[in-house]
Nanobody, 121 residues
Framework: QVQLVESGGGLVQAGGSLRLSCAAS????????MGWFRQAPGKEREFVAA?????YYADSVKGRFTISRNNVKKTVYLQMNSLKSEDAAVYYC?????????????????WGQGTQVTVSS
């Protein structure tokens, strides 16, 4: 069983930056692929980024967002730069019992509670 706790969300002006963190419990963090998803009001959940030993991004965030992981701290991060109004959403951390990258939410086995990111124009 893995528990995920996100933090770092908040209100930021357009063009600003935020760093989200996701702390994981459990002893086998290195065996999990980690991902970030987001859901804006009235929209479906969408893939943002994922990481195993490599990383992968949605086209909408490529070049602006960076996912990273610290296996000692059992934490995955999402550095978000040049934020736009369309980035506003609840951001969810997810863990997959597999080291294959996936952009599909149903491939992930554990989810955090989400953290709100609000971008003001």
């Amino acid at each position: 069983q893995v528990q995920l706790v996100e933090s770092g969300g908040g209100l930021v002006q357009a063009g600003g930056s935020l760093r989200l963190s996701c702390a994981a419990s459990g002893r086998t963090f290195t065996a999990y692929a980690m991902g970030w998803f987001r859901q804006a009001p009235g929209k479906e959940r969408e893939f943002v980024a994922a990481i195993t030993w490599s990383d992968y991004y949605a086209d909408s965030v490529k070049g602006r967002f960076t996912i990273s992981r610290n296996n000692v701290k059992k934490t995955v991060y999402l550095q978000m730069n040049s934020l736009k109004s369309e980035d506003a959403a609840v951001y969810y951390c997810a863990a997959r019992r597999d080291l294959a990258l996936s952009t599909i939410g149903s491939d992930y086995d554990y989810w955090g509670q989400g953290t709100q990111v609000t971008v003001s124009s």
